[in-house]
């Protein structure tokens, strides 16, 4: 019997990845892409172990208990920091390299969900949910979206309830957060 083991799980998505591999050289996309992987990857500092990469889209997962908002707001901040500085020396050579964002979702449940099949196409699970939100390509800045299982797994009162929206400002890059909490569909 497999054992219900919980953890965090962060899904980051380079937004607007299409569009943006299409104004670029067929050349240099492959670099450009693993450069702003690699600017998200360098920003862990939670020791989130890299469970999937994905065309634009990075899985982290890490078991234990429920990370406090905080400690991820301090993670997301980090990320924010380092994409935003690999961008903009990507831009100084690349100038159409000015488009993407990453948009985030933060969950807390079993990261051994991801296992074989669901873990390769991302479906399945309330993930898939949240990540298909995570396209959708109407949304003009960063998103985190925070699942109720995450909240539900830790205490902490300076987060809005369900279906609230606040925009904040990241002081250290020119791009607005804007923070999604709720429950989302178990397949997209």
Known sequence: MEKDLKGNTLII???????????????????IIDKLLRSIIRANHL????????????????????FPVRIIWGQL???????????????YYVPAAHQPSVNIVIH????????????????????AGTYSLLKNKTVLHTHALITNQYLEAQVQE?????????ELYHASTP??????IGTFSKTA
């Open 47 to 66: 020791s989130f172990l890299i469970s999937e990469i994905e065309d634009d889209t990075i899985l982290f997962s890490r078991y234990g208990p429920a």
């Open 77 to 91: 901040e980090a990320i924010l920091a380092s994409f935003s500085c690999e961008l903009d020396l990507l831009k």
């Open 158 to 166: 300076a987060i809005p309830t369900e279906g609230q929206v606040c």
């Open 13 to 31: 998505d380079i937004s607007y990845y299409i569009n943006f591999i299409e104004d670029i050289d067929t050349e240099i996309r492959p670099c």
């Open 108 to 127: 807390y449940g079993n990261p051994g969900n991801f296992s074989k099949k669901e873990r390769s196409e991302l479906r399945g699970t309330i993930i």
């Open 175 to 180: 791009r607005n957060l804007s923070l999604h």
